[in-house]
């Protein structure tokens, strides 16, 4: 059996933008707590990147109307969180934009892009 990606063929799904993608895994990654302030820490944690709540939420929003995330009211001592997660749909959006990032990938070596970063600071 190969473990070489291929393309999924006629995939219905535009590959992922950066901040979606982020989303989506920090969704996963959440498993079962993944309302907004949750999902933000989740990405600032793994990535160093600040985000605004605003961002995150625009973009849950997108992907929910996408159909790639769906979200439902659960309460939390007395209070209301709208609480995320990935739809069979988002989770081949996701496994297809990761199979066109490794394709985009090969052949590139990151060694040799690092080399070039110190020669040329």
């Known amino acids: 059996m190969s473990t070489r990606s291929q393309p999924v063929p006629d995939s219905p799904f535009a590959p992922l933008g950066v901040l979606e993608e ?36 625009a973009t849950l929003d997108r992907l929910e109307s996408k159909g790639l995330l769906a979200s439902s009211r659960v309460d939390d001592d007395g209070s209301s969180r709208r609480v995320f997660e990935v739809t069979p749909e988002g989770a081949r959006a996701l496994a297809d934009t990761h199979a066109m990032r490794e394709r985009l990938w090969r052949g590139v070596s990151v060694r040799q892009l690092l080399a070039l970063a110190r020669a040329s600071a």
């Open 22 to 57: 982020q989303v989506v895994l920090a969704v996963l990654r959440t498993r079962g707590e993944a309302y907004g302030m949750q999902a933000r820490r989740e990405i600032e944690k793994a990535t160093g990147r600040e985000l605004s709540i605003g961002a995150v939420y």
